[in-house]
């Protein structure tokens, strides 16, 4: 799956429910998708939370193959910014 399809399945999400916050996945060279309002595109603008994931974890992260939780307590995954609006990932990705 690449960031692509992966923007699009958030892009699904955002269609249904728009966030009032700005999410950015940030996979290093591999590119990242800021997720703000109802719009999720493949930039890497300022937001008010950072998920910094590498593209294959983002993948099984999206899947459903990744716990969130395990995978911040882990080191998978680490959050800069407002944590808060991290929660708000499940419901994008229902």
Do not use: W, Y
């Amino acid at each position: 799956m690449a960031l692509t399809d992966i923007r699009d399945r958030f892009q699904r999400g955002l269609d249904r429910k728009p966030l009032d916050d700005s999410i950015k996945f940030d996979c290093g060279d591999d590119g990242a998708i800021t997720l703000q309002g109802a719009e999720a595109r493949l930039a890497d603008d300022p937001a008010d939370c950072t998920i910094h994931i590498s593209e294959p974890n983002l993948e099984k992260l999206v899947a459903g193959k990744l716990n969130p939780m395990t995978a911040f307590a882990t080191g998978k995954i680490k959050v800069s910014g407002d944590m808060k609006v991290a929660l708000k990932l499940s419901q994008l990705l229902k």
